[in-house]
Structures are given as structure tokens and as C-alpha cells.
């Protein structure tokens, strides 16, 4: 029997993670490639412990359902490190968990394998002894919110599961739902605690290769949420053959009463059992489960809770007339220890005791417990709790009768038409009162407030109305569907679903800021860390703050939008503040750090850098072109971009384009050093400590310790790659101290750097530690949607000025800066249309070409056979490539 390393000093472990080898040759799990026993899981587990390293250590864990995931798990709940699991299937939530909570060791898929990162040697955090999971509350895929969960709560719910569903060693349950889910892991956890196996697999039950895996297994329990139902109506599993199938659980949201009793009517005729089961992330998974007998007679309610667990009901204000109703809540050994918000909450232990679920219930007089709504008066829209008994006694003190009512999304307001107040007029008092985005109020004015029979207010009809258009502010829409067209409209890319992110879509600092302005007249405010936020997480309410008296500008658009304007201005001699072209490099390589270096596999990185580098060149160089047709400034070294690399102690015109042509060369460098393998395990390892170390070797040519003959110093790529690498670890910066160093080297290589020129040497040091320590900048909406403006086109002002502002120099000063702005922003939206419309016509003939396929991708792949040197091969018809 393989014994599994003791746990750290000052933490505990999960009790069946470590006894896994009791089980002995036991079937723990079966994949379409084989099966692994008991005992030869626990070794692998063993093994895996030794690389995790001693110490406890915050583990983050790409949740897949995939032999490799399930044993780091494992191994990290056996040896007493806290994991944080998200979702294997989201880059870009993995991206914002690990910048929000900065994980010692990173397990991850890289290239078809996994692998072990070890940030640090030891731990950055503080752990409280019980913390044993982090899990993201229902519904959120990167918010930085997190459950925090004992080995108690695991432990006590995998046995209470395991209890009521009575599984036995012989069972076998499909992986139908991700690991990072709660329900989908508290199978595998049941399970497991059981000495019960696993049908290890990421495909859908929409996939008949899933159902041939099933069946060859001898599958006894799936589990789905309602649309999983939705699925297996699609495919005829009413009339499958599964002679094993002992039970099927329901759980992650209401199932209709109607398709409840359709689905245990169909178990009693095919001989299996329907588990109805309620739950949150909270709870660790389960409170509450049907019996089955009582799921054709009682498929309304949520049953009993589960063993070891109890509800009580509280009285809510909302619900005083409605006789025995209040908001459940829940008590039991499997309630979280509380929430987690940052790294410092880690170290916290029980903050919580009962779980307030937020649901209004009533016990029935057989003892089973129903849902009857939400706490409904009281409304939550946007983060802000709304009373509408308060709003409407605030306009019955403007003389308005008015009725209010809605839901986490909307308040909806009906008014009794008086003279002198409008919809527009009414929204807007709402508005300024309860500080919602306009978006968030409808308002209807009608001839009489609707009322019931009895003369008390009809609040249905009044949500009726909410549901309707109503007056509404001109700005688009705020819901999954909207911030999908506007992703896909910005970003050329169809196809756009709410899991997406702007950084996981290929966004990069061009398309950024566009995107920025959008979202922030839609949402009432620019959420932190949305470019890697999933869209569904932007749009829901939870996630949108809401308006603001003050609004805030990116500090990175800021200083493009400013940099850019003292570029042109001091070109046309309307001003003299130099140094903004060598700022826009430093922003340069901060934007790069965000949008380029993502989790992403190796070569999206690369596909994605080279993506960014066309967008810069192929502009430029259509502009040279137009300009060499007019103009002897140029010549064919700068068409090709090679002007610097050639002649770079000629000066004079052909110096123009030095910005330009240093930024392709630096990213050009970046992308092949990236495109190495062993570079980029580096780069994810240390993703403060590269940038630093290349920026240590561009600051040896700063300050001329690597001889470099005929070069400029100011305008060369080789010489001022150091403020391209500085704000690329400016962006990797986490600590204070991080942030101290890399605004120490900048602030120690600027002086001398520009000869007798010390008010550009402060410009652009000033610009420097602003990016660094101000994410944002106390601004005004009106001052955002200009920088937003000048910032998107900032690349497109800086090629074209140089052309441009001569037309007008000798006329007026101040108008030939104007001029060359609005030709740049004129320039960029062409370009921006031409590249969508390029992009349209390329999709259009690729689809309807020959090669166009209709085969849709399956689940996830299969388990390498390599990668389980002791996986028994069992199910050799099952394997659908």
C-alpha cells in the first residue's frame, strides 16, 4: 500500500485523498483510453505530492476533466495545499485569478502535456490551517470573488452525498459536468469517498463517442443541469439501452416541475432512480435533495436537506403577509468558511455559520421544503440595494404618484401622468437620486397607477411594464448579446460567445481603447481587469458598478492620448514638450505584457504578436507609399521599414519613422525569442523576472558598456529597448517592491539620455511612474471619449502628422495641429473599416471554398496513453479520434 507523505506542518488534509490506496485494485477511473486502479492512482498521487514540494503552497488548478487535472488535485488536497481550481476551458479567467491571487505553483496544459510551475521557492501567503479549496461563486469564470472551503466542508459533503445516493464501490459516474463546478466536483469527491470509480471524460452527451465510453464502462450515474436535459432529449436517451444506469442527479438551477416528473417516470420504467438535488458553491455543493419515490408526486419542491444539514426559515420583511414563507437558510458542517476577496483573506477562518440563501421558501406540512421566489422588494441592481418603497415616497415629494418595482437588472417605475414631468424628466430624478446608469431605470407614464380589485398596488403589472422598452438613454446595450456584437464589431471576429474575453479574442492595445469607451458608457463605469473578464461576467449584474459622479481614465490611454499630442504639437512648434515618442515605447511595452503575454498555448502567443506587428507595419507602410508619390522625403528603406537598420546615422527626413520601425524591431525580437519553448516556460515562470533581466541588458547599451558604432542613441531599437522591457515589467509588477524597482531603473537611466534636454528627461520620467503606481486617473466622461480618441489613432496621427502639418504651419499654428489630429483619427478609421471589411471578404470565400468543413469539435482530448505508463487497456472499440 502506497503511503502518502504527511501533511505540512500547520495545515490539514482531505481524509479520502489520503486513503486512496485502501481501495486497492479497485477501478478508480476509466478513460477512452483505459483504466487506472486504486493503488496505481495513489502512486501517481504520491509522486506528484514530492514535486508539489513541502511547505504548504497555494496550488492553482485548471479544473478539466482529465487524469492529469484529477491527480494534482488529489495530490494537493492530500498533502494539505490549498487549491485554487478554475476553469480549464477560460485562458483568460485562469490570467485573472493568477494576477488577482498570485499562486505559488501553477499546474497547467502546455502543448499537448502538463506541467508543474513552481513560481517561488515556498510560500507568498498566509493560510489559514482549515483552507483546503478556492472555488469562484456560481455563475463567475474569473471574478476574483472566491469560496473559501475546508477539508470539513469536503469531506462532510462527499459523505452526505454518498449517503443519500447510496453509492456503492461498483459504481461508475460519468464526468458530465467540469471539475471547476461544484456539482461536477462533488461527483468526483462522492465518488471517490466511496471507493466508487470514475468515466473520466470531457465530451458532451451530445456526442455519441460519450454515450459508446458510457456504455463499455458500465456507467451507473450522470448527472446535468437543466440543459443537460435539454441535450439528452436531443438524442433520444429515452430510448437508449443503458443497461447499467442506476441513477441520474439534477442539480445548478429549477428543472420545471413538468420535466421533473417526465424524467422520474422514465427512470421507473427503465429502472433507474432521479435525484432532484438543490445547492450553491457556498455550501460546498448540496443542501437539499428529493427522494426519488417523491419526485412524481412533489416535483415542486426541493425535499429534505441533506444528511448532517438543516434548515430554518427567517422572517423577511417581503414576505410578512404570506403565511410561513421566509429566506431559507442553511446550517450544516459542509457551509463555506466565508468569501475571499484577495490574498490576504486566505489566512481568515470561519466567518460564516449559517448560509443565507437568499431564497424565500416554506416548509410543507409533509416536511419538504419549496422555493417560492427571491427576496424580491428589495432589489440588488448593479451592486447597489434598492428599495423602491424609498423611491417612490422620493417622487411623491415632487408631487409624482408612482409605483416601483423590477429585478436585479432594472427598476421599473410607473408614474401618473401630471403636467410639466416626463419619462426623460422622471429617469433622470431616479437617476441622480439612487446613482443608477440611466440604462439601469424605465420609466412609463400612464393615465392611472394599475391597481388590484382590492385598490392595493398591482406590482405584476408593474414589472409587466419593466419588461417592456420604455424611455430609455440612447447608448447600446449592457447585456451578453450586446458586449458580444460590440466584441465582434471592434475585433472583427465572429462568432463571439459570452465566455470570451477581449484579451482570449486577440485584443490588443489598437483595439483597446475603443472597446474601453464602449464598455464604459454601456456598464456606467470600466470594470478592473476587463479586458481578461469573460463578457458574461461584464454583464452580469453583480459585476457592474454604478454610475459614478467622477469618472476614471486608464492611465496607459491617458498618456497615449498626451504623449501624442506633445508629439504633434512640438513638431509644429505650437509648443516645446518633448519625449513623448520614447513614452509611448515604455506604454508600448506595458500594452504588450497585458494583451500579448496571456496563459494562452505558445504558439497563440506568437500567432497573436505577429497579428499585432501587421497591424502596425502594413499601415505604415501603405502610407510611405502614398507619401513617396508626392514626396522625395522618403525612399524605399523606409517603405520597407529598414531605414534604422541601414542608415541609422543618416538624419533628416527619413528619421521620421525611427518610433515605428524600433517598435516592429523590438517585437519582432520578442516574438522569436518567445516562439522558443524553453523561453516561453521561462517567461510563464517568471513573468516579472524576465522583462527585468532583458531591460538589465538594454540599459549595458544605454549606458554604452556594449560598444555600438554608428548608432543613435536616442532613436535606435538596441538603445532604447530598455524602456520597452521596463514597461513590460511595470505591467508584471505585483508587489510594491516590484514596482519600486523597475521605477528606480527608470528614473536612474533617464538622466543624461537626452544630452542637455532634462524637461524631456522629467516628461518622460513623470509619464514613466504614473503608469507604474496609477492604474487609473481622476478624469470627466467628455475628457474620456477624447483621449479615447486620440489614443486609439495615436499610431495613425504619429505616421501621417509628419505630411500633413506642413499645409498648415505657415497659416496658423494651433490649426495645423487640429488639422494633423483629425487626419490621423481620419486615417486609423479607414484603416480600421478596410482591415474589418478585408477580414469579412476573407471569412466569406474560406467558408464557401472546397475545403470548407462542417465537422463540428468534440469534448476535450482524450488521456495520453504515454503520460500513464500503468493504464490497463480495457475498452478497445470505444475510442472515437
Known sequence: MTLLPAPPTGGHALPFAQ??????????????????????????????????????????????????????????????????????????????????????????????????EERRTGSAHVFHPDLALLLSTSGSTGSPKLVRLSYENLQANAEAIATYLGIRASDRAATTLPMHYCYGLSVVHSHLARGAGLVLTGLSVADACFWDLFRSARGTALAGVPYTFDLLDRVGFAEMDLPHLRYVTQAGGRLAPDRVRHYAELGVRRGWDLFVMYGQTEATARMAYLPPELATSRPDTIGIPVPGGSFSLAPVEEAVDEGGVGELVYTGPNVMLGYAHSPDDLALGRTVDALRTGDLARRTDDGLYEIVGRRSRFLKILGLRIDPQRVEAMLEGHGLSALCAGDDSVLSVTVERRPGWDARRVRRRVVDECALPPRAVRVHVVPDLPRLPSGKPDYAAVRALGDRPGESPDDGGSGPHDLCALYARVLDRPGVTPDDSFVGLGGDSLSYVEVSLQLEQRLGRLPANWHVTPIRELAAPDAVSPTRRRARLETSVALRAVAIVCVVGSHVRLFEIRGGAHLLLAVAGFNFARFLLTSAERRERVRRTARSIGRIALPTMAWTAFALLFSDAYDWTNLLLLHNALAPEVMGPGIHLWFVEALVYILLVTLALLAVPAVDRVERRFPYGLPVALAALGLLTRFELIGLPDRSQITDAVTIFWLFALGWAAAKSRTVPQRLLVTVAALAALPGFFPGEPRREAFVAIGFVLLVWLPTLPSHRRVNQLAGVLAAASLSIYLTHWQIYPILDDVSEPLALLTALLFGIGYSTAVSRLTRWTGRRFRGRRASGPRASMTPRTGSRPVRARRFQGLRTSHPGTRCD
Open 19 to 116: 486513503g486512496l490506496a485502501q481501495h486497492g485494485d479497485r477501478t478508480a477511473f476509466v478513460t477512452a483510453e483505459g483504466e487506472l486502479s486504486y493503488r496505481e492512482l495513489a502512486d501517481r498521487v504520491a509522486a506528484t505530492i514530492h514535486r508539489l514540494g513541502p511547505g504548504r503552497r497555494l496550488v492553482l488548478l485548471p479544473g478539466a476533466n482529465t487524469a492529469d487535472a484529477l491527480v494534482v488535485h488529489l495530490a494537493a488536497l492530500a498533502a494539505g495545499h490549498p487549491v485554487l481550481l478554475v476553469p480549464g476551458d477560460h485562458p483568460e479567467a485562469v490570467q485573472s485569478l493568477i494576477d488577482a491571487y498570485d499562486p505559488d505553483v501553477v499546474a497547467r496544459p502546455a502543448e499537448g502535456d502538463w506541467v508543474i
